[in-house]
């Protein structure tokens, strides 16, 4: 059964202190790992999808990269908008189109 | 800008009441996504429509929960009794899947209370 575990739950951080989120996996095949950023009250929103381990991608502050047992979302110099929850998600050949989720960092920046 | 829409945004009901939930997917996206959000268990997978056939409905209680895409812009999800522990938020997505292609796209959400 396909495991997406994220860590640490919860992240404080200061202005500008740069820091790295986790999501370790367990699936059988690969197809991609997807990471999302929910905000309180909204549906969760796309950021990155990684295939292979090696990738990266980038988007303003953010940084994502993958290995064949985790991927890290590295925040740079972070500012309060960064605040959020970000969700990591892994598609496999067993689950089709679906993604299944890990429980998210809760990430929170204070100026 | 093409968005995933969901209604209604919030509904409150009591025990034992039909609920119906209902997204409109991008337009264009050949697959519909539906989850459901809670604290303790994170973003689940309940069913999922390709090309309007459903492919998913795994995660669904089956006596109580019914899943439907009676047309390629509009996918609804029915819970008949709903039940206390159905409360949760309940979010629509929607992706162009194709071979190695699968990123979706997620509505806003139906945050149900059934009391």
């Known amino acids: 059964e396909d495991q997406v575990t994220q860590s640490p739950e919860a992240l404080r951080l200061q202005e500008g202190e740069s820091s790295s989120l986790n999501c370790s996996y367990t699936?059988?095949?690969?197809?991609?790992l997807f990471w999302y950023r929910q905000d309180p009250g909204k549906g969760p929103e796309f950021l990155f999808t990684?295939?292979?381990a090696g990738e990266e991608k980038e988007k303003e502050r953010l940084k994502a990269t993958l290995t064949k047992k985790e991927s890290f979302l590295h925040i740079t110099a972070p500012k309060p908008e960064d605040s959020a929850t970000y969700l990591c998600?892994?598609?496999?050949?067993?689950?089709?189109?679906?993604?299944?989720f890990g429980k998210g960092t809760s990430l929170l920046v204070t100026p | 800008d093409a968005r995933v829409t969901q209604t209604p945004r919030h509904k409150v009901t009591e025990m034992g009441q039909e609920v119906t939930m209902r997204c409109q997917p991008i337009l264009g996206h050949n697959t519909v996504f539906w989850y459901r959000q809670t604290m303790m268990q994170g973003l689940e997978l309940l069913a999922y429509?390709?090309?309007?056939?459903?492919?998913?409905d795994s995660g669904m209680p089956k006596d109580r929960f019914s899943a439907e895409m009676p047309d390629a812009t509009l996918a609804t999800l029915k819970i008949q009794p709903s039940e206390p522990r159905d409360s949760a938020v309940y979010f629509c997505?929607?992706?162009?899947?194709?071979?190695?292609?699968?990123?979706?796209?997620f509505g806003p959400g139906t945050r149900l209370t059934v009391l």
């Open positions: 699936v059988s095949g690969l197809r991609g």
């Open positions: 997505a929607s992706g162009l899947s194709s071979g190695r292609v699968s990123e979706q796209f």
């Open positions: 990684l295939y292979s």
């Open positions: 998600a892994v598609r496999s050949s067993n689950s089709g189109y679906a993604l299944n």
């Open positions: 429509f390709r090309n309007r056939a459903p492919l998913d």
